[in-house]
């Protein structure tokens, strides 16, 4: 489970020094994310939990008509997600610290509503999905990714089998904010419908998850690991004083570099991955 107070906190900290690994865990799942959204109009886009800005800046890069508002609830996310626009000197995008569950604006309302994994964290789905209904423009189009089930994903599952407390493959709630509550088709088709959303599809998009590359991959892996995922949470939860069923941090850190040894091809550690691409659009008035 990764709430609200969680992004805000450490783990948007976490996220905010690593994008540039995220963004490359991500690259293959961004490509046809990016294909999709390209296929629809829209000239006022909305991401939800833009993190560090990666679709956004795609998106404003690539459409110079439009304009771009990235929401997320994590300061340090939206910092980053500024410096990358402002280095890029796009005009057409903003990042604001923002609930999208609550965030509107009336006199430009979106069209086009985006995300990347960033709409698996709300307390309630239903009612952010029907909030986000009403602001956005009638005939508005959602795009979004999302993670498939967590037996579908090593880089998550192989790492939560590592530490003996760790709860990603069977949480106690298993559409509770976090990675893998989008898993199940159904669940979301019945969230989004009931919010006012209709057309609902799902394309399974199946992808390489990069962890590390370079010189020492694994090293670069255990890094990135370090700060995302399950042993990050494990390492969190040391750091707090609790017993996450293992000893300390060398332990977490031992057996992160047998598995990353064992997911190594040459100068490359990877894993393989799987996402929903889901679409939906708003009703016409
Ligand atoms: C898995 S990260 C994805 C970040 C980014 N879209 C990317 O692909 O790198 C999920 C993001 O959703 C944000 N988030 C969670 N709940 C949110 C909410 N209610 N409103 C806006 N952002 C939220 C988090 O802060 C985090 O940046």
């Not at 967590?150 to 709860?167: D, F, M, T, V």
């Not at 992808?207 to 020492?216: H, L, P, R, S, W």
Request: glycine letters at 10%.
């Amino acid at each position: 489970m990764t709430g609200l107070d969680e992004w805000q906190g450490g783990v948007g900290r976490n996220w905010a020094t690593q994008w540039r690994r995220t963004d490359r865990s991500f690259a293959a799942l961004t490509k046809r994310l990016i294909a999709r959204i390209a296929e629809l109009p829209g000239n006022r886009v909305l991401d939800i939990g833009c993190g560090a800005g990666e679709l956004s800046l795609a998106i404003a890069g690539a459409r110079p008509g439009v304009r771009v508002t990235g929401v997320d609830v994590s300061d340090d996310l939206v910092e980053a997600a500024q410096a990358r626009a402002h280095a890029g000197s796009l005009a057409n995008v903003e990042f604001l610290v923002e609930d999208a569950a609550r965030w509107s604006d009336p006199q430009s309302p979106p069209n086009l509503v985006v995300s990347r994994h960033g709409v698996m964290f709300f307390d309630d789905p239903p009612a952010a999905f029907a909030h986000l209904a009403t602001t956005v423009r009638p005939g508005a189009q959602l795009v979004f990714s999302c993670f498939r089930a967590a037996s579908e994903n090593p880089w998550a599952s192989e790492i939560a089998g590592l530490i003996p407390q760790a709860s990603v493959t069977t949480p106690p709630d298993r559409f509770a904010p976090g990675p893998f509550a989008f898993a199940d088709p159904a669940h979301v088709e019945a969230v989004l419908a009931a919010g006012g959303w209709q057309g609902i599809a799902f394309e399974p998009v199946d992808f390489t998850y990069v962890a590390g590359e370079g010189a020492d991959p694994v090293a670069d892996a255990l890094a990135f690991f370090c700060h995302i995922g399950p042993a990050a949470a494990a390492l969190r939860a040391l750091a707090t004083g609790d017993r996450p069923g293992i000893d300390g941090r060398r332990e977490i850190e031992e057996r992160l570099v047998e598995l990353l040894e064992r997911r190594r091809e040459g100068s490359r550690v990877s894993f393989p991955a799987a996402a929903w691409i889901v679409t939906a659009r708003r009703g016409a008035d």
